[in-house]
T-cell receptor, first 113, second 113 residues
């Protein structure tokens, strides 16, 4: 089955700086890669996603890049703000989505004032 | 439009007891799934369903049963609870097809003592 590795497990950045979280996946058939933000005690919330036919996608301060050859994808957050502090999860899905998502173990992003 | 609704939100069980976590969605989604979230482990797929009458196992199915008698409902049953099943459980749903947004319920916090 699919295996998703996520790094780093904790990331501390100064407010206003950029943050980058990286994930690798093992199954070359995976074709959908969402990123979720989870605040303490809350459900995961989709913040951005990318499909395998696209190399990069941007939404305001958030961007995701995908390298299918190397089987890795990354989340980039620019101009970080205190409200960006949360746990972020990457995930991968294979085929038609019937078998659900495989998640990375999460990155705890801490924005230092 | 309530989205994905899970009940109960909190539950304490004694070892050996049984219970059912309820999940309902009102978006007419074909696909539904259950995940568990443990500290430092991300979310792991327990069971999933691609439509009424069809279910299949995910990554960590042992100790859990599911059924899908209607499109709207996807209950998760713990037949004989064990302390290792102490976790946060999330139900999710999505439409058929790769790359469609997955919607999560608010989560159910289960403690087995």
């Amino acid at each position: 089955g699919e295996n998703v590795e996520q790094h780093p497990s904790t990331l501390s950045v100064q407010e206003g700086d950029s943050a980058v979280i990286k994930c690798t996946y093992s199954d070359s058939a995976s074709n959908y890669f969402p990123w979720y933000k989870q605040e303490l005690g809350k459900r995961p919330q989709l913040i951005i996603d990318i499909r395998s036919n696209v190399g990069e996608k941007k939404d305001q301060r958030i961007a995701v890049t995908l390298n299918k050859t190397a089987k890795h994808f990354s989340l980039h957050i620019t101009e970080t703000q205190p409200e960006d502090s949360a746990v972020y999860f990457c995930a991968a899905r294979t085929g038609g989505g019937a078998d659900g998502l495989t998640f990375g173990k999460g990155t705890h992003l801490i924005i230092q004032p | 439009n309530a989205g994905v609704t899970q009940t109960p939100k909190f539950q304490v069980l004694k070892t050996g007891q049984s219970m059912t976590l309820q999940c309902a969605q009102d978006m007419n989604h074909e696909y539904m799934s259950w995940y568990r979230q443990d500290p430092g482990m991300g979310l792991r797929l327990i069971h999933y369903s691609v439509g009424a009458g069809i279910t299949d196992q995910g990554e960590v199915p042992n100790g859990y049963n599911v059924s899908r008698s209607t499109t709207e409902d996807f209950p998760l049953r713990l037949l004989s609870a064990a302390p290792s099943q102490t976790s946060v459980y999330f139900c999710a749903s999505t439409t058929r097809g790769s790359g469609n947004t997955i919607y999560f319920g608010e989560g159910s916090w289960l403690t087995v003592v």
